[in-house]
């Protein structure tokens, strides 16, 4: 076995793991979302609610808002962010427009309104744990309803990168959301 076909076998099996605990990650969400209560208000955080949470809340709003559900969003950086144009104009490819959006910061107030908080990463999610006292239960890492396999449970910040890296996170922020919007709607 020459050593590029090792080196390209152990890769493969690096991510093994990442995808058996994925299958469990995501039979676990999902069973929480639809056996828990009713969903009526959602927030969804990012690092800095310009690209990836402000996308999210609108494809959930979207999604919910006829099923009275009530989706916010914010990040935990200063407020009034703009996003950058690469986020509009991959928002815009799935027909969300974000060139008004400005961001928001997280407040132990908008924290507390939600039934369920959606984060990004495992870090998000202990912030809003620890920050302001929410059980992880009551906090989705949204890439752990990924119905495709993955290499993380992380939702990448696509921020400072080429277009084509915010199609890529928005793509499969979309599949995570339909995912969610599936189990919300279950419980509505």
Do not use: W
Request: hydrophobic fraction near 40%.
């Amino acid at each position: 076995m020459s050593r590029g076909s090792v080196t390209e076998l152990l890769t493969q099996l690096r991510g093994v793991p990442r995808r058996v605990f994925h299958r469990l990650y995501r039979q676990r969400a999902l069973k929480a979302l639809r056996s828990g209560p009713r969903v009526t208000s959602l927030l969804v955080v990012c690092r800095g609610n310009i690209c990836r949470s402000p996308f999210a809340a609108a494809l959930l709003r979207r999604a919910l808002s006829r099923k009275g559900v009530r989706v916010d969003s914010g990040g935990f950086t200063p407020p009034g962010r703009q996003p950058p144009p690469e986020a509009v104009a991959a928002a815009a490819r799935h027909g969300v427009d974000l060139s008004v959006h400005r961001s928001q910061r997280v407040t132990a107030e908008s924290v507390r309104a939600a039934d369920l908080i959606v984060v990004m990463d495992l870090t998000q999610r202990h912030e809003i744990c620890v920050r302001f006292g929410r059980t992880e239960r009551d906090v989705l890492v949204l890439g752990d309803i990924d119905p495709q396999p993955i290499e993380t449970r992380r939702i990448r910040d696509p921020v400072r990168q080429p277009l084509a890296v915010f199609e890529q996170t928005y793509a499969r922020i979309e599949r995570c959301v339909r995912e969610l919007t599936r189990a919300v709607t279950a419980t509505v």
